[in-house]
Each structure stands twice: as C-alpha cells, then as structure tokens.
C-alpha cells in the first residue's frame, strides 16, 4: 500500500512562488509520479508528471513555469511554481502513476489576482 501527503499549498498573488511537497510511504516508489490540479468546475488534468528516471513532461500551460523534482532515496515529490497566475488556482493531487495509480489527498493553491 503507498500513501501520499502533499504540503505547500497556500495562498499567493499573482507573479508569486509557491513549492509543494508530496511524501510518499509503503513501496511502488519506482515509478512515474505526477502532479494533477482539478479547479472548480473543471477535470483533474496533468500538470506535470516525471519518471524514476528523472524525465519530465509538462502540460502547455505550466511550460516553463513549474519544475516537477524528485528524490528517490527520501521518496519525495517536489513541484516549484514560479510566476503564478489566477488560473492555476486548483486542488493539487500527487499520483503514483501505476496499477493501480494512488492519489493524495490534494492540497488547496489559490491565487489571487
């Protein structure tokens, strides 16, 4: 079984920072691990996700601006946003990509205009 804990979340002005943690416990670290964001109204969607190799993809939206990280050894998950803007503002969810995928419980990232 893996559990996953996100931190980090917060409220933050526009053009702001924020960094979220993802912390994973029980085994299945090896594997793809991603970040999702779901606002209100709107589907989950990726954001970004990297591989145990450390290879990463993004979504159009957050190119360039975030940077998914991990440590494998302390088997956790990073997501640095840089130069935030309203419409980020979602529930972010860590995931284990495999069968079967595992999710955190989200943590609340709100940007004020």
């Known amino acids: 079984q893996v559990q996953l804990v996100e931190s980090g979340g917060g409220l933050v002005q526009a053009g702001g920072s924020l960094r979220l943690s993802c912390e994973a416990s029980?085994?299945?670290?090896?594997?793809?691990m991603g970040w999702y964001r779901q606002a209100p109204g709107k589907q989950r969607e990726s954001a970004a996700t990297?591989?145990?190799?450390?290879?990463?993809t993004y979504a159009d939206s957050v190119k360039g601006r975030f940077t998914i990280s991990r440590d494998n050894a302390k088997k956790m998950v990073y997501l640095q946003m840089n130069s935030l803007k309203p419409e980020d503002t979602a529930v972010y969810y860590c995931?284990?990509?495999?069968?079967?995928?595992?999710w955190g419980q989200g943590t609340q990232v709100t940007v004020s205009s």
């Open positions: 995931a284990l990509v495999g069968v079967p995928w595992f």
């Open positions: 029980g085994s299945n670290f090896i594997s793809t």
């Open positions: 990297i591989t145990w190799g450390g290879s990463a």
